[in-house]
């Protein structure tokens, strides 16, 4: 049974780029047919799909986010990451890392991880 | 985008009680529709894909329906355990996007 799980720092500071990490263990990041998506939950709030990632590398961002959004794969460490850039208080949220077929379904996800931006 | 609206917001309700919660694409999205459960501080349970194929494991209380533009998530008899927030999420067309979730709560 596949299982995710993020990990990064909790606070960041306004401007700076947010960084986490989604281990995946129970399974291989390089099987076909999967993707590997970033979704955040703003306070009180929806939730909002960012990106994913295919094991080959090739991404698909929100365009919302699009110009401030890096997600990457580490096959060999069966991880994937997140980089956000120029963050500000709006980015404060809880960051899920979550997987899906190519049906769109997430499932699993990560326990998720609260990233609160901040001075 | 596709937008997703979800109704109600919120809705108390009691053991037993049937539910019936309604989300509307702003588009067609065929079947491409997906079901989660919330409860506090855990994160989303994927319950129904495809609009209505039920995920191994879930209770056989919950079904969904629907297509194109309008779907519906159902909990025939409520249990203690299905007070939770409730979202649904098109998978029709990126950017995937998500209900604003209904919150289920005790009458």
């Known amino acids: 049974q596949v299982q995710l799980q993020e990990s990064g720092p909790g606070l960041v500071k306004p401007s700076q780029t947010l960084s986490l990490s989604c281990s995946v263990s129970?399974?291989?990041?390089?099987?076909?047919?999967?993707?590997w998506s970033w979704i955040r939950q703003n306070p009180g709030k929806g939730l909002e799909w960012i990106g994913y990632?295919?094991?080959?590398?090739?991404?698909n961002y929100n365009p919302s986010l699009r110009s401030r959004v890096i997600i990457s794969v580490d096959t060999s460490k069966n991880q994937f990451s997140l980089k956000l850039s120029s963050v500000t208080a709006a980015d404060t949220a809880v960051y899920y890392c979550?997987?899906?077929?190519?049906?769109?379904?997430?499932?699993?996800w990560g326990q998720g991880t609260l990233v609160t931006v901040s001075s | 985008d596709i937008q997703m609206t979800q109704s109600p917001s919120s809705l108390s309700a009691s053991v037993g009680d049937r539910v019936t919660i309604t989300c509307r694409a702003s588009?067609?999205?065929?079947?491409?529709l997906n079901w989660y459960q919330q409860k506090p501080g855990k994160a989303p349970k994927l319950l129904i894909s495809?609009?209505?194929s039920l995920q191994s494991g879930v209770p056989s209380r919950f079904s969904g329906g629907g297509s194109r533009t309008d779907f519906t998530l159902t909990i025939s008899s409520l249990q203690p355990e299905d007070f939770a927030t409730y979202s649904c999420?098109?998978?029709?067309?990126?950017?995937?996007?998500f209900g604003q979730g209904t919150n289920v709560d005790i009458k």
């Open positions: 979550a997987s899906s077929s190519s049906m769109g379904a997430f499932d699993p």
């Open positions: 495809a609009a209505s």
């Open positions: 588009q067609s999205i065929s079947s491409s």
């Open positions: 999420q098109q998978s029709y067309s990126a950017p995937w996007t």
């Open positions: 990632i295919y094991k080959t590398g090739s991404t």
């Open positions: 129970g399974g291989s990041i390089s099987i076909g047919g999967y993707y």
